[in-house]
């Protein structure tokens, strides 16, 4: 049962490189996110997705782009990299019960950009 | 804005000693709540959910949170720490279909 894969791991990119973080979910959970994490700042919604072929902005999301065709993968594009987005990444897909959606996490990925 | 506020960003406690992280938020409907554990190098994982009903809910690993309206709070207890407990601690609560985190509170454990 994997749940919420992600990969890599770590990542170390130089400034202006690209790349794409990628998101896998196995629960056949319509709503998919992706979370920035920083010291003292707690998780920051970057991206998310209510289904296939629908995305929407969060709360930091200039300097990433998303997509979803499938139900399963939520891939996050890092278009020009930057030091300011050196921090960990996680995708989390979503149950939806009665109103409220519980959040299942991948390990993360840790990004340094230098 | 939609905010949620812990108090503390690191806590102390000694082993077998009681456990309170605090955690307010703004709504001004009912809300969704939850804590999430995070152990070192891992995701984060649920310790448990207020949706509706009793306002007293308990997790795993023993922890428990009280959703209070009226001081808009949903702080965390364990009566007894565990060494095993030390980790970092977020609070999240729901507004539309957006999960708002706290800032963390960093939970050690004193032997």
């Known amino acids: 049962n994997a749940g919420v894969t992600q990969t890599p791991k770590f990542q170390v990119l130089k400034t202006g490189q690209s790349m794409t973080l990628q998101c896998a979910q196995d629960m056949n959970h319509e709503y998919m996110s992706w979370y920035r994490q920083d010291p003292g700042m707690g998780l920051r919604l970057i991206h998310y997705s209510v289904g296939a072929g629908i995305t929407d902005q969060g709360e930091v999301p200039n300097g990433y782009n998303v997509s979803r065709s499938t139900t399963e993968d939520f891939p996050l594009r890092l278009l020009s990299a930057a030091p300011s987005q050196t921090s960990v990444y996680f995708c989390?897909?979503?149950?939806?019960?009665?109103?409220?959606?519980?959040?299942?996490f991948g390990q993360g990925t840790r990004l340094t950009v230098v | 804005a939609q905010s949620v506020t812990q108090l503390g960003s690191h806590v102390s406690v000694s082993e077998g000693a009681l456990v309170l992280l605090r955690c307010n938020y703004s709504s001004s409907v009912p809300p969704y709540l939850f804590w999430y554990v995070q152990y070192p190098n891992q995701g984060l994982q649920l310790l448990l959910k207020?949706?509706?009903?009793?306002?007293l809910v308990k997790g795993i690993n023993g922890f428990e949170a009280e959703f209070k309206k009226s001081e808009t709070s949903f702080h965390l207890t364990k009566p007894s720490a565990h060494m095993s407990d030390a980790a970092e601690y977020f609070c999240a609560v729901q507004y539309g279909n957006k999960l708002v985190f706290g800032a963390g509170t960093i939970l050690r454990v004193k032997s």
């Open positions: 207020y949706t509706t009903g009793a306002t």
């Open positions: 989390a897909s979503s149950y939806v019960g009665q109103g409220y959606t519980e959040a299942f």
